[in-house]
């Protein structure tokens, strides 16, 4: 009985020193799945990235519009004039025609009236553009979101696979003080003791190689967090289980919901836009210009006066610029199209994929559930049978191997089925990521003008 109860406290303390600094990890922060999503939205510098790019169409557009307005443009310049001319009369001094040195000041302005479309193609292909960049924005937001998700599921199945390790442990190392009991009791062979004892130190190994997983889906969650540190420990979200749409209900839903879909029909309109700009380059260009000189101080040839003028501008021999410009135009309209094509594609077979995936990995689910219990009674019976005298250490050793594998196998299961889930939303294109957005795109250009 003494024997016992000290080596209990032996087993006690060796599972205290391995697994006590994890439970115990000074400093560890909480996360919840909804909070890990919210820091990668907020931190993560791909959205960063994107936004930057959203917002250089959005001037884009506005840059392309602005030639719709009246241009007006100041100068203003010292005129220094090395040679003055004069008139000279016969009997008379020389008369300075212009002064040496005078300020000019120009005011100039010009409106575009016709363009023959072209001014309002590139201001629709330019906005076409910005909402393209817009969709790829959002979807940027959802493949974050759903790498935060998923490697938070990795480290909630790493939090629980030390758990794991740590009950493999115990149970190994209470065969091995059974097995060292009935070895001095005489009742058991050293050979019992030895194979116990490499169990335990096979259970012990595995702790140590799931406390390096644990460390390594840390550095990943604060790569999909998009934070340089942080040491947290993820909170099992509840579980809630609803009801799956069918596939072709599904496909319908990503038709009408993924972001990468809605960015390259914008593309699509922004090449179509882009060839009717093309096409209008060789239309006349018509406008007003004025503009007013002041001339200070004024003389006989140079002095204050204003302007005001119609233009028109037709391009007659360019060299075949225009015509190039309209066949890139259309090859990058048939590129376009075909990229469509190709994604709608790729949406149906990732929507496919991912609903077979989510189905498999709930069955893997329930068949991992059923083989722990299994494998835990197997396990029961071969520990009584040990105790007993009437089992071996051959079947105890395969009973608890058996019971870790179904209990590792398990906890991956349970966290691909998360992941499955998350991956299933992602094809569909609706994800966590939706919702309001921290900022709402400009306003569309005006329409009507040149």
Sequence with gaps: MRMS????????????????????????????LAE????????????????????????????????????????????????????QIPGYPPVPLAEEDAWITTASLQQL??????????????????????????????????????????LLAAQELIGVAAKNLAAAEDHLRVARQRFEARVAARFDVLRAEVQAE????????????LLVSRALLLQALGLAAGDYRAVAPPRVDEAR??????????????????????????????????????APTVGVAADYQLVDP??????S???????????????????????GAEAGLVQARAALESLRRQVEAEVRQATTHAASADAQVLVAQRRVEQAEELSRLADVRFAGG??????????????ARARYVLVLAESERGVAAAELSLAVGSTRAEGPRATQPPPAAEKGAP
């Design 5 to 32: 109860i000290t080596a209990g406290w032996i087993v006690a303390a060796m599972l205290a020193a391995v697994c006590g600094p994890l439970r115990a990890a000074a400093g560890e922060i909480p996360l919840t």
């Design 36 to 87: 890990a999503v919210d820091i990668a939205l907020a931190k993560n510098p791909a959205l960063a990235a994107a936004e930057g790019r959203e917002s250089g169409a959005w001037a884009a557009r506005d840059g392309a519009s602005a030639e719709r307005w009246p241009q007006v443009q100041l100068t203003s310049r010292l005129a220094h004039a090395s040679e003055v001319p004069v008139s």
């Design 113 to 154: 009236l016709f363009s023959g479309g072209r001014v309002s193609a590139l201001v629709r292909q330019a906005e076409s553009g910005a909402e393209a960049a817009r969709m790829a924005s959002l979807r940027t937001r959802q493949v974050t979101a759903y790498n935060a998700e998923r490697a938070f599921r990795r």
């Design 202 to 213: 096979e259970a012990r190994q595995e702790v140590i190689l799931v406390e390096g997983g």
């Design 245 to 282: 749409p069918g596939v072709d209900e599904l496909l319908v839903q990503a038709g009408l919901l993924r972001p990468d879909l809605r960015e390259l029909e914008r593309q699509v309109a922004a090449a179509e836009e882009g060839v009717a700009a093309a096409r209008a380059e060789r």
């Design 298 to 303: 004024e003389s006989e040839m140079v002095f």
């Design 305 to 327: 006066h204003w302007t005001v003028g119609a233009y028109l501008s037709l391009p007659v021999l360019d060299g075949g610029r225009i015509a190039a410009h309209r066949q």
């Design 390 to 403: 009437v089992g071996t250490a051959t079947e105890v050793a395969d009973a608890q191997a058996s019971t």
